[in-house]
T-cell receptor, first 113, second 112 residues
Framework: DQQVKQNSPSLSVQEGRISILNCDYT??????FLWYKKYPAEGPTFLIS?????DKNEDGRFTVFLNKSAKHLSLHIVPSQPGDSAVYFC????????????FGEGTQLTVNP | DAGVTQSPTHLIKTRGQQVTLRCSPI?????VSWYQQVLGQGPQFIFQ???????GRGNFPDRFSARQFPNYSSELNVNALLLGDSALYLC???????????FGSGTQLSVL
């Protein structure tokens, strides 16, 4: 039972353009969502998060949008840079689950110069 | 400040053996969690410890066990290794029970 799903295994964009990574979830008890970035041979690094009481959160070039009715969130990166090339994981947690995270499968983003 | 440190970085074992993985959290962090990442998949939750008590366990067999020490470091033990246990094992820490996680670089375990 995949409660958090990232349907695109890979995404390729040109430097300077927008990257949009998508994530869907099925568990209505999830109320906190995070995006992590992972480079090879490193652990996941926290990027940005959003609480279910919001529908948008921005941090510099990164914006996360949450659509609760559709159980869908997306990460926008504008403008994309070659250093953004990495695997991006969507993760979710519920209020009672501590910091236990349920991760999606990941999306490999490649930003071409 | 040092991040989450894990040892060893790589490990090769044979089926049936036992393995112990170690993790030191960020200084001041009291919660440690363990995740298993199989190639091509996202990390899967194994355990969470907070203040030396188990606070959560994922869908893993009893061959997997863990503990947290008074200095908040942690060990993950896996007995009777199977080929399917080959994965990247990630440790993560957080200041308190319900906060975002900071991950270490992981231990790559290969079971032959």
């Amino acid at each position: 039972d995949q409660q958090v799903k990232q349907n695109s295994p890979s995404l390729s964009v040109q430097e300077g353009r927008i990257s949009i990574l998508n994530c869907d979830y099925t568990n209505s008890m999830f109320d906190y969502f995070l995006w992590y970035k992972k480079y090879p041979a490193e652990g996941p690094t926290f990027l940005i998060s959003i609480s279910s009481i919001k529908d948008k959160n921005e941090d510099g070039r990164f914006t996360v949008f949450l659509n609760k009715s559709a159980k869908h969130l997306s990460l926008h990166i504008v403008p994309s840079q070659p250093g953004d090339s990495a695997v991006y994981f969507c993760a979710a947690s519920g209020e009672t689950s501590g910091s236990r995270l349920t991760f999606g499968e990941g999306t490999q983003l490649t930003v071409n110069p | 400040d040092a991040g989450v440190t894990q040892s060893p970085t790589h490990l090769i074992k044979t089926r049936g053996q036992q393995v112990t993985l170690r993790c030191s959290p960020i200084s001041g962090h009291k919660s440690v969690s363990w995740y298993q990442q199989v190639l091509g998949q996202g990390p899967q939750f194994i355990f969470q410890y907070y203040e030396k008590e188990e606070r959560g366990r994922g869908n893993f067999p009893d061959r997997f066990s863990a503990r947290q020490f008074p200095n908040y470091s942690s060990e993950l033990n896996v007995n009777a290794l199977l080929l399917g246990d080959s994965a990247l094992y990630l440790c993560a820490s957080s200041p308190l029970f319900n906060e975002k996680l900071f991950f270490g670089s992981g231990t790559q375990l290969s079971v032959l």
